[in-house]
């Protein structure tokens, strides 16, 4: 049975620098907001004692409701910036990853979806985005559940760790679609003329690209340059969507000016339209004769 | 020079330069009244699309991964492959940063 934490003076804070834990005589360390010392939404380490102290095994042999209480309770002083058990909560996420526990996961949903929807609205990104911040929300959690396996949440030592990661979810779902919106804008930038043009023929910039997948096709096209010069500007302009100027700027060393780049282009562009490995490999994988 | 010939006038990095606004203003009128020169810019175009199409940022990490690497939480193996492409992708560069600042903002913290 856990006893309400207490707190200990400065003394004891003063044990618990460092990674929050169990430490010397029994003081368990979790972050918890000091609000008279740090500007809101800071936090600090800081110690509670315990009387009693709840074993791994008393937590894991709870019953889901239970657990469900009390981390709403502690989240609660959370929230309010007060003294708090991060226990629960953690069991909670260890039982719904380790367990695949979908209804620990559906509650750890509904208990931290305003705190990941603050965290999205925080991200400067997201404000350019053009999506809402559910939409963020959402993907932020799938993102968790689908990347973290048992052996993997064996890394985190604490809820602190865990939620940092979900933290870090979030900045990854913003990432992922700033990066499918940028695409689009770079293919439009130079389809400009594209829709003038009568292809006669399929050769290979028809090519049933979207079939072959990208990795693969980027090491069969790799294989077809020569040198490391037109390796850069095949990345550049590929890879990373640069224009040969940019090129230029982020290789200033390797190239003599733009023009240099632009012939270095030219050339490889022939080169993939007229390579018959290439084109054997797209029709066989597709199972089209170009 | 016409506007009607069957064959390109100009050469396919001057038609590059072309697409990317980086022609000069007499070339670029000369391309826009030569049709073969159009129809070949178009061609190039469409080329470049869907190279970008299918290989941008092919070979970039996803976004969880630079986010475990920022939290140390890669083995040692796949670590070192990440800090080996962060010294030629820019963008996964500036992503990286982009997590550190999210994640670190305020200090260390679940509350930031």
């Given amino acids: ?290 | 020079m016409t506007g009607n010939a069957s064959e390109p006038i100009f050469k396919d990095e001057q038609l590059l330069a072309y697409l990317d606004g980086e022609a000069d203003p007499d070339v670029a009128a000369q391309i826009e009244a030569s049709a073969a020169d159009k129809r070949r810019a178009g061609e190039l175009a469409g080329l470049q699309s869907r190279l970008i199409s299918r290989l941008y940022r092919a070979t970039c990490p996803d976004s969880e991964i630079l986010g475990e690497f920022h939290l140390g939480l890669l083995p040692d193996q796949q670590a070192r492959a990440i800090e080996a492409h962060l010294r030629d992708c820019s963008p996964c560069v500036h992503e990286l940063a982009q997590l550190r600042d999210f994640l670190d903002e305020g200090g260390p913290g679940i509350f930031n």
């Fill in chain 1, 1 to 290: 049975m856990l006893i309400d934490p207490f707190w200990i003076g400065g003394a004891a804070n003063d044990l618990c620098l460092g990674a929050p834990g169990i430490h010397a005589r029994g003081l368990l360390c979790w972050p918890v907001a000091e609000s008279r010392q740090l500007a809101p939404g800071k936090l600090a380490s800081s110690c509670l004692a315990y009387g009693t102290m709840n074993t791994d095994s008393d937590l894991q042999s709870r019953h889901l409701n239970d657990l469900r209480q009390h981390c709403a309770e502690q989240s609660v002083r959370f929230f309010q910036r007060q003294d708090h058990d991060p226990r629960f909560c953690f069991e909670l996420f260890r039982r719904a990853i380790n367990n695949r526990a979908e209804d620990a996961w559906e509650y750890l949903y509904q208990q931290y979806k305003p705190l990941v929807a603050g965290w999205v609205e925080n991200n400067a990104t997201f404000h350019v985005l053009d999506e809402e911040r559910e939409f963020f929300v959402n993907r932020a959690f799938e993102k968790m559940w689908g990347s973290i396996s048992p052996e993997k949440f064996t890394r985190f030592s604490d809820l602190d760790a865990v939620l940092r990661y979900l933290k870090m979810c979030v900045a990854s779902v913003i990432i992922d679609h700033a990066r499918a919106q940028a695409r689009p804008q770079i293919e439009n930038s130079l389809d400009a003329l594209d829709g003038e043009v009568q292809r006669d023929s399929p050769d290979l910039e028809e090519l049933v690209l979207d079939r072959v997948g990208s990795q693969e096709f980027w090491h069969r096209i790799r294989a077809l340059i020569s040198n490391k010069t037109e390796y850069r500007v095949l990345y550049g302009s590929f890879v990373l969507g640069l224009k040969p100027q940019e090129v230029l700027e982020n290789y200033p060393e390797e190239f003599n000016d733009v023009r240099e780049i632009y012939r270095v282009k030219e050339n490889l562009l022939a080169r993939l339209r007229r390579s018959q490995e290439l084109i054997a490999y797209l029709a066989s994988y597709t199972g089209e004769t170009l």
